[in-house]
């Protein structure tokens, strides 16, 4: 089992809907969650931190944990072209904070 | 645009050669993480410095290692280079006094061994 799982996409999704990206991870006992947007070509860029069970808002972003089921999910709301990207899903563990990533969900939003 | 630097931005090698990259982290951050993301996958975790000390090491073997400077620059080398190391190696900078370690992506540098 992979410790971080998330589906390699591509997602597609029409200019204006919500984009759901999911996400699960393997150890209990990590604490911090973390999602990253990559553009094609470009280096990863942090756009979502979770740390307790619950939605966290932020713009169009939402960001959800539910630790008891192992899972974190990131939802897009009102989509855009430039929101086109690969998501990376990274939990943070061990000492010292390493963090582990997913494969990425590529996702492509169309007008 | 995070404030952490990377050089240089591409680099072509042969096999059984050595590189040395470079990364200098965001003002205030102490510590220091390279990742190697190979085309299609997510980062894998290397190292982290802190304070001048590895800190923690990834699935890799010895013949990657790297230092952090006083001023919490930090250097990745690879001796013997293999074609699989072909890949886009990052840095990421961090601050312990942030309460969540949150880490941020330099622009990264892109190895090919040929």
């Known amino acids: 089992q992979k410790e971080v799982e998330q589906n390699s996409g591509p997602l597609s999704v029409p200019e204006g809907a919500i984009a759901s990206l999911n996400c699960t991870y393997s150890d209990r006992g990590s604490q911090s969650f973390f999602w990253y947007r990559q553009y094609s070509g470009k280096s990863p860029e942090l756009i979502m931190s979770?740390?307790?069970?619950g939605d966290k808002e932020d713009g169009r972003f939402t960001a959800q944990l539910n630790k008891a089921s192992q899972y974190v999910s990131l939802l897009i709301r009102d989509s855009q072209p430039s929101d086109s990207a690969t998501y990376l899903c990274?939990?943070?563990?061990?000492?010292?904070?390493?963090?582990?990533f997913g494969a990425g969900t590529r996702l492509a939003v169309h007008p | 645009e995070t404030g952490v630097t990377q050089s240089p931005t591409h680099l072509i090698k042969t096999r059984g050669q050595q590189v040395t990259l470079r990364c200098s982290s965001q003002?205030?951050?102490?510590?220091v993480s390279w990742y190697q993301q190979a085309l299609g996958q997510g980062p894998q975790f290397i190292f982290q410095y802190y304070r001048e000390e590895e800190n923690g090491r990834g699935n890799f073997p010895p013949r990657f290692s790297g230092l952090q400077f006083p001023n919490y620059s930090s250097e990745l080398n690879v001796n013997a280079l293999e074609l699989d190391d072909s890949a886009l190696y990052l840095c990421?900078?961090?601050?312990?006094?942030?309460?969540?370690?949150?880490?941020?992506f330099g622009p990264g540098t892109r190895l090919t061994v040929l």
């Open positions: 990274a939990v943070a563990s061990g000492g010292y904070n390493k963090l582990i």
């Open positions: 990421a900078s961090s601050s312990e006094a942030s309460a969540y370690n949150e880490q941020f």
């Open positions: 003002s205030g951050h102490n510590t």
């Open positions: 979770i740390y307790s069970n």
